[in-house]
C-alpha cells in the first residue's frame, strides 16, 4: 500500500464546476504539499501546510491532521485549471524529504 | 531569480553512453533534490543535498547513478552506463533553510530518452 494515496485518479469536470482531489495518508508527517504540473510538464508549489487551512484565488486546500486526509478544492474551475495534482508529504524526521502521491488527472472543460 | 535551471531540456542517447544532466538551484537555497519521473512510478526521490554535502541517497537505483554537487550553484546527475529503462523525466528542485521543512521549488525537468 502506498505511504500516499489520492483520489480520484482522473478527473473531468465542465467550466464553472466546484472540484475536489482527497489525499490520505498513512504515516506521521511534518507537512502536507500540493502541486500542480501542466501538460508542458512544469511542476508548480500550490500550497504547504501542517494544519488548517490556506487559500489562494479559487484554490483551497485543508488538512485534517487526526484523520491523516487532506483536500484540495477548486472553486468555479476553468479550463486552464486542466492539470494533474500532485498530493506529497514530508515525513516526520525527514527533514524536507517529499513522498508523493500518484496524482490526479483533471480535465475541465467548456 | 530565473528559477531553477536545468540542462539540457531534452536527451537523446543510446545505451551505454554517459549521460549528464546539470542543475542550477535557486541562488541562496540550501536543500537540492534530484527526482524522476515515470509513467510507471510516478515521481521519486533519487538524492538530496543539504549545504552541498549528500544526505540521503536511498532512492539512487544502483551504481550506475552518481550526483555531485561541487559547490552551492551546480550539482549534476550522472549515469553511466544509460540503460532503456533510465529513460524519464529528471527534476532538480531546491528550498531554503531556516525551517524544518520547506516549499520546493522545481526545475523545467530533463526529458531522458535511452534508445
Known amino acids: 500500500k502506498n505511504e500516499v494515496e489520492q483520489s480520484p485518479q482522473n478527473l473531468t469536470a465542465q467550466e464553472g464546476e466546484f472540484i475536489t482531489i482527497n489525499c490520505s495518508y498513512s504515516v506521521g508527517i511534518s507537512a502536507l504539499h500540493w502541486l500542480q504540473q501542466h501538460p508542458g510538464g512544469g511542476i508548480v508549489s500550490l500550497f504547504m501546510l501542517s494544519s488548517g487551512k490556506k487559500k489562494h484565488g479559487r484554490l483551497i486546500a485543508t488538512i485534517n491532521i487526526q484523520e491523516k486526509h487532506s483536500s484540495l478544492h477548486i472553486t468555479a474551475s476553468h479550463p486552464r485549471d486542466s492539470a494533474v495534482y500532485i498530493c506529497?508529504?514530508?515525513?516526520?524526521?525527514?527533514?524536507?524529504?517529499?513522498?508523493f502521491g500518484t496524482g490526479t488527472r483533471l480535465q475541465v472543460t467548456l | 531569480d530565473a528559477g531553477v535551471i536545468q540542462s539540457p531540456r531534452h536527451e537523446v542517447t543510446e545505451m551505454g553512453q554517459e549521460v549528464t544532466l546539470r542543475c542550477k538551484p535557486i541562488s541562496g537555497h540550501d536543500y537540492l533534490f534530484w527526482y524522476r519521473q515515470t509513467m510507471m512510478r510516478g515521481l521519486e526521490l533519487l538524492i538530496y543535498?543539504?549545504?552541498?554535502?549528500?544526505?540521503?541517497d536511498s532512492g539512487m537505483p544502483e551504481d550506475r547513478f552518481s550526483a555531485k554537487m561541487p559547490n552551492a550553484s551546480f550539482s549534476t546527475l550522472k549515469i553511466q552506463p544509460s540503460e532503456p529503462r533510465d529513460s524519464a523525466v529528471y527534476f532538480c528542485?531546491?528550498?531554503?533553510?531556516?525551517?524544518?521543512?520547506?516549499?520546493?521549488?522545481f526545475g523545467p525537468g530533463t526529458r531522458l530518452t535511452v534508445l
Open positions: 506529497a508529504v514530508t515525513l516526520t524526521g525527514t527533514a524536507s524529504k517529499l513522498t
Open positions: 543535498f543539504n549545504n552541498n554535502v549528500p544526505i540521503d
Open positions: 528542485a531546491s528550498s531554503p533553510s531556516g525551517r524544518y521543512y520547506n516549499e520546493q521549488f
